[in-house]
């Protein structure tokens, strides 16, 4: 069984200090702390991509810094083998996690070039877990830099995904009624195939961003399966209006029409619902769904390639991160209220 948290004397002597603080002081402190951590991780990225931007030029530099981030942040905490592969992913179990008890499981996914630990970073999902007492698995890709196959020719990932839902099962007491998955641009694509593919232990899906290359013949679920999609009209990287970026070469599908075909194929209503816009956040419900499957679409007017309400990417590369909605409370909420259904 990985490891996931571990207290030392000096973390326990803290932690109780600690508690005879008000709970607002301790969300504040949190917030501060991971703000400041932002800005500054931020300012040091946007200070070395200028430089190596001028030295090597950008396709170069951008590689050599991802490639530097990579090798001094990615950690992972656990391993399988999946179809001859051994495969890795980074776990984050709640110190409340009590065994007698089933447990939630959020699987969320990096997108290219990315990896467990950056995901973690950006989205903060551990601190919702703190919250509601989830377990959250960060698998990661393969290769360099890391990706998912999610051309939908080939089952290699979902059957990793398969796997560590089997793996975590047989460690931990996971709710097979509540498992999730979601992810940020590559790991968009995959959280959908995931629906496609796996719909029979995924019980809702979320994607930010996501980068939808499979065809519809690959997708033939057993069940249709809820989902809450985020994009970006400047996303830089994976087109809100379809056609290739300046990073790929890839005729990326119209986003508000793709995500017509997905209700579509949930049964739900051809005229969606509006939502109330938040700032610069608008949203689409469609409802009427089979086996209550909806599907809520959210468009971030001038968002770019990043995850609402989460940590800021550099926004020259990636575009604006828009703090109007936080994408990891919304797929949250969105998954409390669609266990799997018949189990």
Known sequence: MPSHKKNSPSRSLTSALESSLPASTHTLRKQAQRLQR????????????????????????LLLLAGGAFLLSNRTNGSLVSS???????????????????????????????????????????DLADEYGFIAVYPSGTDFPKRWRTGGDTPVDVLFISALIDQLESDYNIDPQRIYANGLSNGGGMSMLLACQLSGRIAAVGSVGGAYTFPWSACQPERPVPAIIFHGTADPVVPYYGGPSHSFAIDFPLVPAWVDVLAGRNGCSS???????????????????????????????????????????????????????NATQAIWNFFQQHPLPGK
């Open 38 to 61: 932002g800005r500054r991780g931020y300012r040091l990225l946007a200070w070395l991509v200028r430089i190596l931007l001028v030295l090597l030029g950008t396709a170069a530099a």
């Open 84 to 126: 001859g592969e051994k495969r890795s992913y980074l776990l984050y179990v709640p110190d409340s996690y009590d065994p007698a008890k089933p447990t939630p499981l959020v699987i969320t996914i990096h997108g290219f070039a990315q990896w467990p630990a950056h995901q973690a970073q950006l989205t903060h999902w551990n």
């Open 271 to 325: 005229t969606p619902v509006g939502i109330s816009a938040q700032g610069q956040v608008s949203g689409l419900r469609y409802t009427g769904c089979a086996q209550d499957a909806e599907v809520i679409f959210y468009t971030i007017s001038g968002g770019g390639h990043t995850w609402p309400g989460g940590d800021p990417l550099p926004e020259f590369i990636t575009g604006y991160t828009s703090q109007d909605m």
